[in-house]
């Protein structure tokens, strides 16, 4: 196996603090990034990067070759909110770019495979309270319904084909290094800009709507622990549950005003309001804490105490 890491969806949310952090770990040279457009220049001057479209069998592979890439992390996708007003083109980038990559690792032409999954394969008939990892799932949404197809055949290559892909079902992910990207848990990175710059802000999710959150350094920690544990640890082939913490508006609120007194938050709910009503509350990870040893580190006063720092020194 080539240690070569290829990263698709390097200018994103998760993709560009990943590739900083396999950088750090393996050196720049080992880690291609790679995105359908540029990111930011420390991410394409830091290291290799390669302009490449997901969906684009012919010029991933080229690109595999190149480099003799042997672990693909598939971070391309359209989330929640984008995906409801474009339902066929979210089906046909997260479904696509998932089978380029899982048909490649079938064939041997790569050995590893991650794939991120989401809170979103949940939906309103899943218990919502410290969610199981498994229990019903009857997503609503056209992202939840690519997340939870995804997951089923993670799964299917596994067992059928023995593909090492491993995954993870994100909650709601806050950070400050890249602006949100069209998911319904970004209310909680909005709110931090806003606290900021305009000292209120307008939620688009109501008071009372508890989700799963987590802050990214923790996500990034849970990615690479988990694409590091030896194979026989990990038992589940379409995705891990993995826990952080749970707030709704108004505890993200008063968690800011301990920093902006003034601070005022009010509510003008949209079509998001509808996908977060049928997603959990909270999650439940016994699995990964068994599996590979997670626990997530960031609670939510540390969260805003580390947004309202780094977004103030932007
Ligand atoms: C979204 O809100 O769409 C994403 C997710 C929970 O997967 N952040």
Request: with cysteine; charged share 25%; aromatic share 10%.
């Amino acid at each position: 196996m080539t240690d070569t890491i290829l990263i698709i969806g390097a200018s994103g949310q998760i993709g560009s603090e990943l590739t900083a952090k396999l950088r750090e770990i393996h050196g720049a040279d080992k880690v291609i990034a790679s995105d359908i457009r540029e990111g930011n220049s420390e991410l394409v001057n830091a290291g290799p990067f390669e302009i490449l479209d997901a969906t684009d069998l012919k010029a991933i592979e080229t690109i595999i070759d190149k480099y003799k890439v042997g672990t693909v992390y598939l971070m391309a996708a359209m989330l929640s909110a984008t995906a409801e007003k474009a339902p066929m083109k979210a089906w046909e980038l997260n479904m696509n770019s998932l089978f380029n990559i899982l048909n490649l690792a079938k064939d041997k032409r790569i050995q590893k495979v991650f794939w991120p999954s989401s809170i979103a394969v949940f939906g309103p008939t899943t218990p919502a309270d410290h969610t199981p990892q498994t229990t019903v799932m009857e997503p609503t949404t056209v992202y939840g319904i690519s997340k939870q197809t995804g997951e089923r055949w993670c799964e299917y290559y596994f067992s059928r084909y023995g593909v090492d892909v491993r995954s993870i079902r994100y909650p709601g992910l806050i950070s400050y290094k890249t602006p949100p990207g069209g998911g319904t848990t970004d209310y909680a990175i909005e709110i931090y800009h806003e606290a900021l710059e305009k000292g209120s802000y307008t939620s688009f999710l109501k008071a009372g709507s508890y989700l799963p959150m987590m802050f990214m350094d923790d996500a990034i920690q849970a990615t690479i622990q988990l694409m590091e544990a030896p194979a026989e640890n990990i038992k589940i082939r379409s995705s891990y549950n993995l826990g952080g913490i749970s707030f709704d508006p108004e505890e993200i609120a008063a968690s800011i005003k301990k920093y902006i007194p003034e601070f005022h938050i009010d509510y003008a709910p949209d079509f998001r309001q509808d996908i977060a009503d049928t997603w959990p509350n909270s999650i439940e990870d016994k699995k990964a804490q068994e599996d590979w040893n997670w626990k997530h580190s960031f609670d939510l006063d540390k969260i805003t105490q580390t947004m309202l720092e780094n977004l103030k020194k932007k």
